[in-house]
């Protein structure tokens, strides 16, 4: 594959398949679509970006850069944390965001189908102008593509309740190397001939095509939710009152938590008072659905939430609780969880999300504190995230006074320590951000060798001359 | 690939693997484990049958078949109807029936871990121990195992509402072709760190590797259920009644519809009144559950659904409706759908599993009633189905006095004419059976050439001298 520093011939092609308009090769345009969210140091070179608004306009697009062995890099809102969507060597950035139209929603099926450049707000306001609700939920949801969603299998903050993007895609066309564009789906459920494609290009980080259409599934939303914030004493304790949650007859759309020191930087950062009068070293902020409108499921659903606390304070699970009384209130606990990366930001913050068995997770933040402690002692380590999911951001912050190289080349070299603790307790090193640039050289405590290769069979299949985001994942 | 009548040096290797007493070649037991339930007339000429009893012992048969160039077919309970399990040109059939143990159940993560000769039904009895679920349910559940529902992406009566196998697989365990133990999750909610090759062998029809051992999510059972028969005039009014149900805030779980031939089958079968006065030209049974227990939820739920289903009967969709007061009346409304294919069994159906976009469903039905009709005008033919899910079971009856061959000749004749409407209605040729040896001279009208291509590449990925499976699928 060749990285050409000049394009002209390719140019000339481009600008035939999208329009001039359609093509840029400013440096700040460069610069812009030729990254992501992920800081990871990698020189950003693009040698131009198309917009193409069609299709056939990615299909040609495709074929050009096949004719002239340059390599194409699928951009969609760039709020990635792995790098995946970074140009690096003068690839071609494809860049979906022409391409945002809703084509249609039909509610009896509760399906939508759009194009890739919609974002996952625009794609949630849709289908609530229907009465439905697409529950893949996250923070950059007004940014964040659903083509790039699915290329990375996005989740967020209610997967304990509905599960990962790739549940929720009912099909998608995607344009291959060779400029086909292949029809997976959309308007069936139920489809048992071979191999379910669909499937390989959800979670693929751009590398095997370019995702030009979707079919979402949607659902019928919860009448109502209940906000609770929980304050437990340590890790056990918080995962006890998860079985306990799981056992009742609840309806659990979040639990996720935080240690004591996020609520510190919360408050720090954006003011406010402690939820609790006494603190407390781990919260717990539990959400659950009321299942159909009226008093009745409300009152049962706070009666049942309210014996699950009460057990487990009985239990010395959690020490005080709060129950959200309004829907002001309940918006309110939930910000404490949902402004810690903003709070952290200033503290540049190295960040591992990783996955491990929830029956794990305490002996391994065990085994990691100490780690950090005995190798990092004055660096603060903090960890949050999506605990029912076994999904844990652990986030190394840099201390007043220590110089940014010095810092990032400290927290580099403890990586492999938490990988390998990572590995030892049975979890992923990408929980759901991807791997991209990022995690590649780490990818190797999570996958074998002999799923290595099947990648690059995989990849061989669908695109036998690495045209598609070369050198992400593997 | 050989496919070889005598092996003895074969033979003495697996007897190596497993033992003299796991291995048999008698007429018997090579008639019995060399098919499934499809009876599609081809040879079934295993050349012999053996029955690992753990991971390793399956790596031994795979090496030592790999080492004598004999293909293998994998074996489950061989309750398919596509033909998946049948050998039929000197394979060795490797029965998982020996490896049935439940493994571990988490409760708390709502997991379930088991070989995989388990059955559906231990599956659901050792989930419902600890007051929990697995969702997925069909026919033969007695004798299906569950690794055979994963090799075929096993469907059934709660599609609806739960969704396919695939739906609640959260890891599994395949041997390769190498003999490598490829360990694919299970205690990971999340983990995005490339290609899901967990999707690969879901629906691969045992055409990719063993699958060893299997990690089942579980779900939280409902309080309970209302089921309701309705008479509906036509399939069209079938279809509004449908989109009623949806728009409701109702927990549909079942929607299934019957032609008034299917019940007058059943009754003439097995006896019993005819559920309504009248005679209706179909029937629909629908079941929604009750989110929670006690009499508030189910109060409900009867309000919600009797408004719903007086609203339909205002718009003349349905004419009379049955809603059961009782578990023993649900149970016999649902025995009325369910026991439709053993009714028509004395008729040798010939039948098809499509799915079509609900959308269309009446559309392709009309059509096709009219080509019957053309056709073959004295065969009856009969639909039923889970037509919430787009999924008809398509029935074509011998007349008495037409003779068997005479009568396969004629609507095997008219499988492309089904098949190609089908087609042109944006539907599948096989919604949830799967296409083994049946299907696979009609693929073509559900997979494009490209497809195929992609299928053949991830084939010789991770099977690259095709021992598993050969002549399945495609």
């Known amino acids: 594959m060749d990285t050409p ?77 792995a790098g995946a969507a970074t140009a690096t060597a003068g690839e071609v950035v494809l ?30 306001e849709a289908a609530a102008a229907h009465g439905l609700l697409y529950p893949v939920d996250y923070a950059s949801k007004g940014s964040a593509q659903i083509g790039g969603s699915l290329a990375t299998n996005a989740g967020g903050v209610k997967v304990l309740r509905y599960g990962l993007t790739r549940d929720w895609v009912l099909g998608l066309k995607a344009v291959l190397a060779s400029g086909a564009c292949l029809d997976l789906g959309g308007a069936l459920v139920k489809n048992n001939t071979g191999y379910d494609l669909r499937q390989l290009f959800i ?23 209940l906000v609770a914030l929980c304050a437990a004493p340590d890790d056990a304790a918080v995962l006890a009152l998860f079985a306990r949650l799981r056992a009742s007859d609840l309806t659990l759309s979040a639990f996720e938590c935080l240690d004591e020191g996020c609520l510190r930087h919360v408050l720090v950062h954006r003011g406010g008072a402690s939820p609790f009068a006494e603190p407390s070293p781990r ?44 829907p002001a209130q309940a918006r ?22 990783i996955a491990l068995p929830v029956a794990r997770i305490a002996e391994f933040l065990a085994a990691w504190r100490l780690a ?51 590995q030892a307790h049975g979890g992923s090193i990408s929980a759901e951000h991807g791997v991209g640039l990022l995690k590649r050289e ?33």
Request: aromatic content about 6%; hydrophobic content about 40%.
């Open 442 to 474: 780490h990818l190797h405590y999570t996958r074998t060798p002999e799923e290595l290769a099947i990648f690059r069979g995989i990849k061989t299949a669908l695109d036998p001359r690495g045209m598609f985001n070369p050198g992400k994942i593997f």
């Open 95 to 124: 860049s979906l965001e022409k391409m945002r139209q809703i084509l249609a929603i039909d509610p009896a099926a509760r399906t939508l189908r759009c194009e890739p450049g919609v974002t996952l707000q625009a794609v949630q």
């Open 283 to 326: 919260l717990v902020l539990v959400e659950v659905e009321v299942p159909f409108p009226g008093p009745a499921a409300r009152e049962h659903t706070e009666a049942a939430l309210g014996d699950v606390l009460g057990a487990a304070a009985e239990a010395d699970e959690i020490g005080d609780a709060l129950l959200a009384a309004t």
């Open 372 to 422: 950090v402690a005995a190798r990092l002692p004055e660096i603060e380590a903090l960890c949050f995230g999506h605990i029912g999911d076994g999904n844990l951001h652990l986030n190394l912050l840099r201390p007043e006074g220590l110089e940014l190289p010095e810092f990032l080349a400290r927290v580099h070299g403890f990586d492999d320590e938490t990988y390998a603790l990572v």
């Open 332 to 353: 309110g606990l939930w910000a404490l969880r949902e402004d810690i990366s903003e709070s952290l930001h200033r503290h540049t913050p190295h960040k591992a999300d």
């Open 203 to 225: 979670g693929s980080e751009g590398t095997l095509g370019v995702i030009v259409e979707v079919t979402l599934r949607l659902a019928r939303p919860p009448a109502d939710a």
């Open 5 to 81: 520093t000049e394009h002209s011939s390719l140019h000339r092609a481009l600008v035939a398949a999208v329009g001039d308009e359609r093509c840029t090769t400013t440096p700040e345009d460069l610069a812009y679509y030729g990254s992501d969210r992920c800081r990871g140091g990698w020189p950003v070179r693009p040698s131009m970006v198309v917009f193409p608004r069609s299709i056939a306009e990615v299909q040609a697009v495709v074929r050009a850069c096949a004719a002239f062995d340059t390599a194409i890099v699928p951009s969609g809102g760039r709020t990635g944390l």
